[in-house]
């Protein structure tokens, strides 16, 4: 007899596969996965140098590994600011309507000031979906930005607003509002998982998730796990722990968060320098296993080769540099620098490392590209593509980043008077990096900072207050301005006078 030429319905389905039943995507149209951490210093993964040798990070090693991995990302400054800028693709100089109300952290826009792209996505057929951490209004934008949404929304229940790790308030799919006991970095893995694998979205459709964790902000919770990792680590107390610091501006003479213990071992609160810095990188872990289980699923379900992978952080964190204690918010790396990393295999070659200097408003750009949908509105980021398949490629773009505190566009203005323009002791600023230089304009009367980050990768020494650097002072100052006008920020005309130096 013979054999029949038609298939089984189960012989069709195989013959089609995982990737045709779990969503639509293709190179052309990829899924994209976006994994947000918060206060997660590029310091903590083996795969960057300036981590501690005893670090060991073998996932995001691999994830590192598997696509390019940014050398020096700048994000934001703290996190409502970062979030904001993830989400509109602008600068928080030029962004509208975003703005602290209420009890701290409590925040509100008008979403037709300050429209989200997401919404756009979901216009374009994709499924969008949000998990996690929440901190840019008490409006998450559920049904609008969002098809499909858990989410600990900081912002509207402020008294569980540093309840990282456990007793969320979780509101689910824009309804029903629960705590949740576990530990927040697992959860957050487990929902994500069950999304990949289709469960509560359009099958039909390509998909886009952005996983914000929210580890490793403090109170630094580590996983139970974990908790008796990286005993007996060691390392060298960062150079200007303590003040005074010589070259710097005023302001910074004043951050003095540590004091000297027995046998002379920074302490702050109760803890050593040791313990705090033990205690943070404990909780590193959860995520680098989250990561991990992540990169499976997908492999798992046949979706890894059309899928983008971004990782990244809001911010970085320092512990005892520059004096600071489990701060980000100022300019220097070792609090505000983020790892970052862009994966897809066949897409973006495998193993490349690239030292150019990128900015937080290019990571929307890029992924708009590589969905093949145009940015909604004029946005102030620039497509990576040429330095994903390039790493050593030309880039003739500015890199700037904006910290102005708890303010937003025209809202900053009225408090530029040499007084109010502060966050948590350090002033307002814009900051430019170019090449292995940086530069830092505060938005108060202070001296101006630059760094040659190839020779002082620890911004000890403020070449703003040198006769010799004065040219390529004036060169980035010039550049400040000219890239807050291109983004046309309400502040361009508005900075008050800086303090000079050096006469000319």
Known sequence: MQASSKL?????L???????LHGAATPERPNVLYIYTDDHSYRTLSCYKEAYPWVKTPNFDKLAASGVRFLAAYNGS???????????????????SMRMEGEYPGCVYDPEKCPFWPKIYRQKGYVTAQIGKWHTGTDTGYGRDWDFQIVWNRPKYTESSQNYYYDQPITYQGGKTEILKRYSTDQYTDWAIDFIKGEGRDKTKPWYLWLCYGAVHSPYQPAKRHLEEL?????????DIY?????????????NSWRKGPAGTP????????????QYHQ????????????????????QRKNTLVVFTSDQGLAFGQHGFRGVKVAPYDANIRSPLVFSMPGKIPEGQVCDVPVS?????????KFTGIAPPWETHGHDLTPLLKNAKAAWPHTTMMVASGQKFGSDITPVLDGKSAMHADVPFYILIREKHLKYVRPMITDLEELYDLDKDPEELNNLAIDPKHQATLKRLRAKALAELKRTKAPIADKLPPIREAVKA
Do not use: Y
Request: with cysteine.
């Open 267 to 278: 302490v702050s609160g109760n803890k050593t320098l040791i313990e705090w810095v033990r």
């Open 78 to 96: 703290w996190c409502m600011p970062s979030r904001t800028v993830m989400l509109t693709g602008r600068h928080t100089s030029s962004v509208e």
């Open 243 to 255: 003040p005074p610091r010589a070259t710097k501006p005023d302001w910074a003479q004043k951050i």
């Open 231 to 239: 005993a007996g680590i060691d390392f060298e107390t960062p150079k």
């Open 14 to 20: 195989g013959a089609l596969g995982w990737s045709t």
């Open 283 to 302: 909780g590193v872990l959860a995520l680098d296993e989250a990561v991990g289980r992540l990169m499976s699923t997908l492999e798992d379900t046949n």
């Open 8 to 12: 089984s319905r189960r012989q069709m």
């Open 360 to 368: 937080g408003v290019d990571i929307p750009a890029t992924i708009f």
